[in-house]
């Protein structure tokens, strides 16, 4: 199934880059505003990895241009010999317990989707991996892991890891949201074979990274190369995988009529007060309240998100599937309070707070050949950008 192995990655050399938490920086995707990581240092892995986000005037060219200065001068600096990564985030969960995420840096051998081995639960946005694609076509770089799950419940790959994480880390630093991220090579060659057979019938479900993936698949067909993306793996099954929701916010419906959705969601559901969602349910938020919806009948969908988007914003609000990508009449936030506020506000018509995702739904919802909505999960905590990066050649 899948082809994984060890590479030679390009790492900053922290006594000429400065001190890790001030080169790194969070997915690209996930920032919001860039200054706050530019400003660390001159040398922030934003500046390689930011693309449009960035807002200059040509962001490609100036990340080929750092990455050429940086290189030179041996900020950054390409690994001698081809390793796994193993990398660990320790955080805090939402319960309050502390928890690990664990896991290794690999290349994966790029597959299509249609091959059933690197599955995809979300869908993507074409402007998103279009930005990708000029980033990735003039730097030949991948600066960010595509993040990726496998099912192991014998837990055989965390046996093998298990020596590794018993070493002392190569460098381990805090970040400003407190996640403590760590790193250590893994060159011992036996393991490294062992780590790589252990795949060999395993699936890889994208948790984050779809529109990296999709990228590389697409710069391999129309370039030649490259052959492989850079990833994290995880076992799905292990503590730290932590994932939260999103919810849903609606406004700009001109038809919107809260009384006539609220008779056509009665012959559906059952309608009690309240404003937390649990198991298969969730929370429609109006001016005039909270309203739990419990199904009456089962639902064949196979997550609470997609059954929102399928039986009641699609169905009943008329919010297809490109409106959605064009965020027309819904937005996301993960703030339920955030959301609460812009309804009881008006600055939004209603709003739905969704469960936390199930990684069972997601594994289940794949390997029925389907995906989730964007934006339907969101996986805590990020793998940190810039302790492991990737040339193409």
Known sequence: MAVIKPFQALRYDFEKAGAPETVCCPPYDVVADPSEWIDKSPYNAFLLEGGERLGTKDPYGGAIKALTAWLASGVLVEDAAPAFYIYEAAFTARDGSPRILR????????SPFSDGTVLPHEFTLSAAKEDRRRLMLQTNCQFSPVYGLYDDPSGQIAALLEPALSRPADCSFPMPDGVVHS????????????LS????????FIADGHHRYETLLRLRDETGGPRHA???????????VEVWETHRVVSGLKNYDETALREALEERYTLTAGDRPGGGEFVWLTVSGGWRLTPKLPSPEKSAVAALHNDILERLLGIDAENMAKQENLSYTRDAAETARLVAGGEAQCAFLLPPPKLSELRDTVLAGERMPQKSTYF???IITGLFMRRFS
Do not use: H, Q, T, W
């Open 103 to 110: 896991g290794f840096a690999a290349l994966v051998e790029l």
């Open 183 to 194: 790193l250590c090579a893994l060159r011992d060659a036996d393991l490294c074979r062992a």
């Open 197 to 204: 057979g252990a795949f060999a019938d395993k699936k890889i």
């Open 230 to 240: 850079m990833m994290f793996l995880a076992d799905m099954n292990d503590s730290g």
């Open 380 to 382: 805590y905590p990020k």
